[in-house]
C-alpha cells in the first residue's frame, strides 16, 4: 500500500495524480448522471453535517432544497457537494498478474466530484418554485411521461413550498477523482474491464465503459 502525501489531498478529498480528473466537461457529465449526492458541511460541535439529496449543477453553481423542519440549513454558510459516479468491486481473479505471480488484491473503482464554496440559503417562494422546477423537469426528463411542477395545482404546490428551503451552492473548488484501474498494467487494467463487462450487473458494465474511457 502506497504512503499517502498531503499533496495527494485536492480539495478534501485523497486523490493521487493517477485518478485526477481535471477536465470540466467529463466532471459535469458525472454531476449530471448522479441521483442521490451528499451536502457536507462543519458543525458547531465538530460533526460534520450530512444530508441526502439529489442536487443539480447549473452554471458553475449547485442547486437542490431540503425540509425546512432539516436543521442542516441553519446557520449554513459553506460546504461540499458530492455526486457519485459510476463504481463497482473488481476481483483480483479479472487480473492476468494473477497467475504469475499472485500479488494482487481486490479494489473498488469509482468516479466522484466534489464541488466547495459559499452557499446561500433561498427562502423566496419564486426563486423556490424556479428550483423545484428545474430539479423536476432534470429528472423527469429521462421519462416517456414526463410529470411537470404546473400539473399540480397552484395552492397546492405553494403550500409544500412552505416546508422546504432552497440551496445554492457557488462552486470555488471543483474536485474531480475517476479510479479506474489507471494504476494497474494495460492487461490488467483489461482484464478487469472484460470481466465488469461481462456482468450481468448494469452498474458494473457501466464502470467498465469509463474504465475504457479512461485510457482512451
Do not use: C
Not at 91 to 120: C, F, L, M, Q
Not at 123 to 135: F, K, P, S, T, W
Request: no cysteine; net charge negative.
Amino acid at each position: 500500500m502506497a504512503a499517502e502525501s498531503s499533496a495527494d489531498y485536492h480539495g478534501r478529498m485523497y486523490n493521487p495524480p493517477a485518478f485526477h480528473e481535471d477536465d470540466v466537461e467529463t466532471l459535469a457529465a458525472i454531476m449530471d448522471s448522479a441521483r442521490l449526492s451528499l451536502l457536507v458541511s462543519n458543525g458547531e460541535d465538530g460533526v460534520p453535517r450530512i444530508t441526502h439529496l439529489p442536487l443539480l449543477y447549473r452554471d458553475g453553481q449547485v442547486i437542490g432544497h431540503v425540509a425546512r423542519a432539516n436543521p442542516h440549513w441553519r446557520g449554513l454558510t459553506r460546504g461540499i457537494a458530492v455526486f457519485q459516479g459510476v463504481e463497482a468491486y473488481v476481483t483480483p481473479s479479472s487480473y492476468p498478474s494473477k497467475a504469475e505471480h499472485h500479488r494482487v488484491v481486490p479494489t473498488w473503482n469509482y468516479e466522484a466530484v466534489h464541488a466547495e464554496g459559499p452557499i446561500d440559503i433561498i427562502e423566496d417562494a419564486q426563486r423556490l418554485h424556479g428550483i423545484v422546477a428545474m430539479l423536476t423537469d432534470h429528472h423527469e426528463g429521462r421519462r416517456t411521461d414526463p410529470w411537470a411542477v404546473t400539473d399540480a395545482p397552484d395552492d397546492f404546490v405553494a403550500s409544500q413550498l412552505k416546508g422546504i428551503v432552497g440551496i445554492v451552492l457557488r462552486i470555488e473548488r471543483l474536485t474531480g477523482k475517476r479510479k479506474l484501474s489507471q494504476n494497474r498494467n494495460a492487461a490488467d487494467a483489461s482484464g478487469a474491464a472484460a470481466t465488469l463487462a461481462a456482468s450481468a450487473d448494469a452498474r458494473d458494465q457501466a464502470v467498465a465503459a469509463a474504465m475504457r474511457d479512461a485510457r482512451g
